[in-house]
């Protein structure tokens, strides 16, 4: 039963999630441009700047977005103006959407009350984020159409294409994890924590050493047809056929500028960020430590919070001393004054040095001050924070995955992506699941 | 049209194509090439990283980067000793100039060795193509090519550079001397 407590926990939960999936957009966005001309052997922006801190050029999103903002909200001539304006948010909205049915980390028990680390724990989990995710192509077509541009029509065209044609691999290539995980302990359920909850079992390779049972171990050609879908559901090279500028200017946002541009730019992220969350979710075991489920983790809790704190700690202090380094050896300290440096550089180096001690603080804690036993409840916490510290080290490589393949891969031409995807994915995911009943019957 | 048609219309006989290797398995499977491609990209990710000052990327404008002693940048006439202008407006580099970016107007000059000088002389920056005829082309040493290359104004006339600005512009005192035919 639900009161009005756990409805305000869901609410916030679902203000939190939405909040942090948003705010990863300006930090993916520097990710991309930074990882972009590193890997070009370029610099990439490191101009910009706020009273002489740069952070690493991450201000150079929020010039971006103060430049989205004030540009002229424009509206084509002829375009059909409400559809015109919703448009965007059609398509921002199935993004946003979904992050709220995924799962951080075991839900844990505070006295009475079960809290999930979930924004809301839909019974159909897996069916209701692909319902949703598949929504955000009407937000595509209507936007494509309502312009009134050749190109944009065109675009918006190739992505209801492409994006019905990908959604049958992907759902295909899901069908083997859910034949080999959808049923666990006895119960059969579509939950992604019910999922992920039967990934945290060990398999054995020759009686050698132990993998554990993850779905990309279990089902490797399901989660390469997986990610390969999810590039195209996202409309990420090589399969971003909707904009292809080389071939349609840009593809269904030919015609829209400023922040209703922007609004298809974060929506790009977001779901980015949340094809890499069900990845995780499916294929990498979630919130899963590997070869530590959630109750040896609970068991063994003082432990795992002196291991976590270490790890921090370590974190902390290499921060620290690379912040050192940048201060004291700036490379590119161009576009800010002396003036300015000489009062900026003393609060950088105390802020590297802050970083440094509290990391040393966090290794002094991890020797001595953590206690040898945990009451239950502590115990619930720390695994928690365990699951969320691999989760969101999973989340960003896949994240940083995304970025790489797009610098690293061409495009596809269009007839290529349709030939890859009936002639190609379509029969794999089929062989993929036959071979997974098979197998399952043998064992 | 059909693909057939359309193939028979190349020219026949000459120039025989370059056949097209036949891909291997491997790289008709390409997966195994885009792994391969990820490990390139992210060599160069790394090595960047840690070796940012060895990137070729040049800071301008604070950094910038040399040109050869003959770059062709933006026009300087030359002066006599006594402060007045090389040019005896012979009308050479306006005839040779391709873009046609060069206007004089003559005038009689007053010292009497001298026939004539220019009265106006004026080049359309946005018009000039940096060819260099107009150098080659000067019987005289006047007209010579400084190593200026950035130069940007806000209005379209502020590009129509006169005599001042072509014999005493306050960025001539140290812009590095361009083309000219004969280095001294």
């Known amino acids: 039963m639900m009161d009005g407590i756990d409805y305000l926990l869901m609410a916030i939960k679902v203000v939190v999630v939405v909040m942090a999936f948003v705010s990863l957009v300006p930090v993916l966005v520097w990710l991309e441009r930074r990882a972009s001309a590193l890997m070009q052997d370029r610099l990439g922006p490191n101009r910009t700047h706020v009273f002489g801190f740069k952070a690493f050029g991450i201000i150079q999103a929020v010039a971006d977005v103060a430049k989205l903002l004030l540009k002229e909200d424009f509206v084509p001539a002829k375009a059909d103006r409400l559809l015109y304006a919703i448009g965007p948010f059609m398509v921002l909205v199935p993004a946003v959407v979904v992050p709220i049915a995924i799962p951080f980390a075991d839900s844990i028990r505070l006295g009475a009350r079960e809290f999930s680390f979930q924004a809301a724990n839909v019974d159909g989990g897996l069916l209701f984020v692909f319902a949703i995710a598949s929504l955000g192509v009407y937000g595509l077509i209507l936007s494509g159409w309502s312009s009134n541009n050749k190109f944009s029509m065109l675009g918006a065209m190739r992505s209801s294409a492409q994006m019905v044609s990908y959604e049958i691999s992907m759902g295909l290539a899901v069908v083997g994890v859910l034949m080999l995980f959808g049923t666990y302990q006895g119960v059969s359920s579509f939950e992604l924590n019910h999922l992920i909850r039967a990934q945290g079992e060990t398999i054995s390779i020759f009686g050698l050493f132990t993998l554990p049972k993850w779905g990309v171990f279990v089902q490797p050609l399901g989660f390469l047809l997986f990610l390969a879908a999810s590039y195209a559901e996202t409309n990420r090279l090589p399969f971003d056929m909707p904009e292809d500028e080389s071939a349609l200017v840009a593809g269904y946002h030919t015609e829209y500028g400023g922040m209703k541009f922007a609004v298809f730019f974060m929506s790009e992220y977001v779901a980015m960020v949340t094809a890499s969350c069900l990845v995780v979710a499916l294929f990498f075991g979630g919130w899963q430590v590997p070869w530590a489920p959630t109750d040896v983790l609970r068991a063994n809790a003082p432990l795992v919070a002196r291991i976590l704190l270490a790890g921090a700690g370590v974190a902390a202090v290499g921060t620290g001393l690379l912040f050192w380094h940048l201060v004291t050896n700036e490379i590119y300290a161009y576009g800010i004054s002396p003036a300015i440096r000489r009062m900026t550089d003393p609060i950088k180096k105390i802020g590297s040095i802050g970083i440094g001690l509290a990391g040393l603080a966090m290794l002094a804690a991890a020797a001595f001050a953590v206690p040898t036993s945990m009451s239950a409840q502590a115990g619930q916490i720390v695994a928690a924070i365990a699951q969320l510290g691999a989760f969101v080290m999973k989340l960003g490589f896949f994240l940083f995955l995304y970025i790489w393949v797009r610098w690293t891969l061409p495009r596809f031409r269009y007839d290529q992506v349709m030939r890859l995807g009936w002639k190609v994915m379509l029969p794999l995911a089929l062989v993929n699941i036959l071979v997974t009943g098979f197998v399952g019957l043998a064992f | ?184």
């Open chain 2, 1 to 184: 049209m059909d693909h057939q048609t359309a193939h028979k219309l190349e020219p026949e006989g000459d120039a025989p194509r370059r056949p097209v290797r036949e891909l291997t398995a491997g790289e008709a499977v390409y997966l195994v090439e885009a792994f391969k491609g990820l490990g390139v990209t992210f060599r160069h990710f790394i090595k960047n990283l840690f070796n940012r000052r060895e990137l070729p990327t040049v800071s301008y404008p604070e950094e910038k980067r040399d040109y050869g002693e003959r770059f062709r940048g933006r026009h300087v006439l030359n002066l006599r000793e006594d402060g007045t202008t090389k040019c005896v407006a012979c009308m050479m580099c306006a005839t040779i100039c391709p873009a046609r970016c060069i206007e004089i107007v003559a005038e009689e000059s007053p010292t009497p060795a001298i026939e004539k000088r220019p009265k106006s002389f004026v080049i359309d920056g946005l018009r000039c193509v940096m060819c260099g005829f107009c150098v080659d082309a000067c019987p005289c040493d006047a007209i010579y090519m400084t190593g200026e290359y950035d130069f940007a104004e806000y209005a379209r006339e502020d590009f129509l550079w006169d005599l001042t600005h072509l014999t005493r512009r306050p960025s001539l005192a140290d812009a590095p001397r361009g083309y000219r035919p004969r280095i001294e």
